[in-house]
């Protein structure tokens, strides 16, 4: 089996150099990489030109396309997936550095398990919560980490395997690096083009509708090891990630999680409780981006509120339109 790489980026070019530099040192050499440029200046476009020639030498086809729809991640993960040939799409952000070994380890698992449809590696710098927040989280069942464990919540959080320490069954898996066969990529549609810009909630999105179609085909691995630097560049302003996490949430809560009362009453407690601990930092340590952050994500639940309607049918643009 073959893989193909699709990186999105939004004006990450030194980002994405460092990523470029751990994929051409890999013990299993990728067959194409596909560069989508969601950004608004000619960085990237140079920076595979000036690239192209070293990754050919090693039969690696580096490839350039600029988003020319919506700024949108889900969306140049897309176009980027329509572009390669491969039997496995290997999803990767520009901010990742992989081991040597993170390809080979990624196919071993497929070779090992022949029903699996999707498999992601372990990002190495992603820690365990502390104690009292982990806990707290777990009361409000909001993202937390537990040994070994991955999980999606009622609530759309998520369970992170930390430390992840042997192959775990998935169910859901990270837009930083995961890997679906093209052919349950295909017939799921890929990712929801609903979600724009940073398109908070789209590996959830797609990974937990394949998790829920086809239960224990998707797996994740301690052995494919990265790095997630987290890059700063390209990143929206506060207050609109707190009115995309809360819009997009509610969205996908409507999306793909049963809408039973008593997954209504675990969403409820979970908008309580990040409130609450917003609030008390806020009370503890008074400040005026402590209050903004408090102001921005009041504001975001008040959206849902008044949008319940249009967000429970899909219709986003009310939101979408402000981000043009």
Not at 244 to 251: F, G, L, T
Not at 284 to 292: D, E, H, I, M, V
């Given at each position: ?61 580096l ?12 969306i ?7 572009n ?34 999707g ?32 999980r ?24 930083a ?9 295909e ?21 937990y ?16 090891r ?27 809560f ?5 809408q039973?009362?008593?997954n209504?009453?675990?969403?409820l ?6 409130l ?10 008074p ?7 408090l ?30």
């Amino acid at each position: 089996m073959q893989v193909s790489i699709v990186i999105p980026t939004y004006n990450r070019a030194e980002d994405l150099d460092k990523c470029l530099n751990s994929l051409i040192t890999q013990t299993i050499l990728p067959k194409e990489i596909m560069i989508v440029d969601d950004g608004d200046n000619d960085e990237i476009e140079n920076l595979i030109k000036q690239r192209k020639k070293e990754f050919k030498k090693e039969n690696i086809f580096l490839r350039y396309i600029r988003n020319e729809k919506e700024r949108s991640a889900a969306i140049a993960r897309n176009i980027g997936a329509e572009n390669t040939t491969e039997d496995i799409i290997l999803f990767l952000d520009s901010d990742v550095i992989l081991d040597e070994d993170y390809i080979k380890e990624i196919l071993k698992v497929y070779e090992e398990k022949p029903n699996a449809l999707g498999i992601q590696g372990y990002i190495t710098n992603k820690p365990a919560l502390s104690f009292p927040s982990n806990l707290i989280n777990k009361i409000f069942f909001n993202t937390n980490t537990e040994k070994n464990v991955n999980r999606m919540l009622p609530s759309f959080k998520s369970v992170y395997a930390v430390p992840l320490t042997k192959k775990i069954n998935c169910e859901w898996m990270i837009g930083a690096n995961s890997s679906y066969l093209r052919e349950v990529f295909e017939e799921m549609g890929g990712f929801d083009e609903r979600l724009l810009r940073r398109s908070t909630g789209e590996d959830g999105d797609l990974s937990y509708r394949v998790f829920k179609k086809y239960p224990g085909r998707l797996f994740q691995t301690p052995n494919a090891r990265l790095i997630h630097n987290l890059s700063i560049s390209g990143r929206l302003p506060n207050e609109t990630v707190s009115l995309m996490e809360e819009i997009y949430h509610k969205y996908l809560f409507y999306k793909d999680i049963d809408q039973t009362p008593i997954n209504k009453f675990i969403w409820l407690c979970n908008k309580i409780g990040r409130l609450l601990r917003m609030a008390k930092g806020f009370f503890l340590n008074p400040s005026r981006g402590s209050f903004l952050m408090l102001k921005y994500r009041v504001k975001g639940y008040l959206e849902c509120i008044y949008h319940s309607k249009k967000i429970k049918i899909g219709d986003l643009d009310f939101f979408n339109n402000m981000l043009e």
